[in-house]
């Protein structure tokens, strides 16, 4: 059983990240939310609603959830970079100028240069193909964003170039967005909740100040805690009683009061 | 005569005029470990696909154990010397048991029925993967399903393993799993090993690191030469440094540190008596 028994809310507003060892469902979860996939048995609901209770609405759930999925491959087609980004806003029905807007306004935030639109996605880097197909989503300007791995491939600038797009983004319009991650540190930086998936099912739920506790739980389950977190835990093992930390910026804040700075050389 | 020389290569993909590979000039040893880090579109890529000669230079030549790229008629043999490991765990696997797919290159290159058979338990117990052999691949995780990969390159008796972001898309367990096999092809049976990605602190375990930026050569050392450079590797080239790295600097401390443990050790230093209770 690919999932099994889940039970999951999603506020709206908030950032998700979904984490689990590969094979644990979280691309079979996320393909549930917006009616790519029906389950067996349950519901998903959306805004009260069963998303299977109107085959009609389900088109326009679809436009409000915009889903990016793990391989950018399965997700680009056309011929030129334009045309698949116009894909989504066109099957919305919007004109051809609003097209036009949302497709360069959505390469712009990639960091691509116009020259982009006419090549094809084939030919492009694996980075770069990544970049359209998460640009073709933005297009939509969905309420709610899923990512499926949105980071992988992509080099460091532009990992934060998303993050950063995400956080004004949301600042903008409140867009949920939901996001399947392995990197644990990509996870502390951006998360304000974590659903940890074991073997298909749910094995733990909560901010990350919560999940990352459980290092050795998460460990036996293929997972990890951020870097910046294995080296608190080291500190604290040599007798300072610091508390845990998840991010650098955290660390900064404890460390620096105790370490002179500026002229310490190593 | 180096293992792997490329001398002035140039390379352009058909139809655009952009350089994806600006005269590279490097030699990499028989047994080395190379990192191979830089932005998207850096050229990473490209250049693992010139190492075994699925692209061929028009300009500059590339040669493997003395055999340029474009001497057609020993491209097998190249094959078989450089192995290549993409990113995607899914679509590299042909069989539809594990072992299967382990003797599938081997058998290919013509190599003898009993032969195969050792050559395929010996790459699946190097990678830890010998309780699998008659698993089905699909029943497998990302990262079990890339160390059998790697064994099928293995079984192929390579001089070289190109491993392209092979740990994009896995779990940290199955991350450390595939780094952990790879280190020890390289310590035990001297493969060279070329290891792209976009995972700072798997880069910083290499002996060497390449950084490719605009498909030109911008630095090559150890990790410690070209991370020293703290500005350019986050301003310049889109990259970013390992957490221990970063949180150095953010402390004003001027030490490029790259791994945890080291880190860890640095602090408790730097501290002292500071901290504790
Ligand atoms: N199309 C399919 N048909 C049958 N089984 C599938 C299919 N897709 C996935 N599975 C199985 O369902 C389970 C969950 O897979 P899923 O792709 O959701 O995992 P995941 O957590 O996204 O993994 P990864 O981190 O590798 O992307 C796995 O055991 C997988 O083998
Ligand atoms: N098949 C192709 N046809 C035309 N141009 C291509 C092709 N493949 C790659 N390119 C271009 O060549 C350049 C180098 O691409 P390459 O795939 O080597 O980059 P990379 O460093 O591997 O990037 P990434 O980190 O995104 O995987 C890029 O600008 C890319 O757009
Ligand atoms: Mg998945
Ligand atoms: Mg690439």
Known sequence: ?266 | MSFIEFSNVTYSYPDTKRKAIENIHLTIEQGEFISVIGHNGSGKSTFAKLLNGLLVPPEGCVSVSGISTADEEKRLNLLQQVGMVFQNPDNQIVASVVEEDVAFGPENLGVPPEEIRTRVDDALKTVGMYEFRLKAPHNLSGGQKQRVAIAGILAMQPKCIVMDESTAMLDPIGRKEVMDAVKKLNREFGITIIYITHFMNEAVDADRVILLDHGSICADGTPKEVFADYDAITREYGLDVPQSYELMKQLGVNACILGEEECILHLTRLLGENGKA
């Open chain 1, 1 to 266: 059983m690919a999932l099994d028994d889940i039970n999951l809310t999603i506020r709206a507003g908030e950032t998700l990240a979904i984490i689990g060892h590969t094979g644990s469902g979280k691309s079979t979860l996320i393909t549930h939310l917006n009616g790519l996939l029906k389950a067996q048995s349950g519901t998903v609901i959306f805004e009260g609603k069963d998303i299977w209770a109107d085959k009609k609405e389900l088109k326009n759930i679809r436009f409000k959830i915009g889903l990016c999925f793990q391989y950018p491959e399965y997700q680009l087609f056309e011929e030129t970079v334009y045309k698949d980004i116009a894909f989504g806003p066109k099957n919305m029905g919007l004109d051809e100028k609003e097209i036009d807007r949302r497709v360069r306004q959505s390469l712009a935030y990639m960091d691509l240069p116009e020259s982009y639109l006419e090549r094809s996605p084939f030919d492009l880097s694996g980075g770069q193909k990544r970049k359209i197909a998460l640009a073709g989503i933005l297009a939509m300007q969905p309420d709610i964003l899923v990512l499926d791995e949105p980071t992988a491939g992509l080099d460091p600038a532009a990992r934060n170039n998303l993050f950063d797009l995400i956080r004004s983004y949301k600042e903008q319009s409140g867009t949920t967005v939901v996001f399947v991650s392995h990197s644990m540190e990509d996870v502390a930086n951006l998360a304000d909740r974590i659903v940890v998936m074991n073997k298909g099912k749910i094995a733990m739920e909560g901010a990350p100040e919560e999940v990352f506790q459980h290092a050795d739980e998460l460990l036996a389950i293929g997972l990890n805690v951020p870097a910046i977190t294995k080296i608190f835990l080291g500190l604290q093992k040599n007798g300072y009683p610091f508390q845990t930390v998840y991010t650098v910026e955290d660390a900064v804040k404890i460390l620096k009061p105790l370490i002179g700075g500026d002229t310490l050389d190593a």
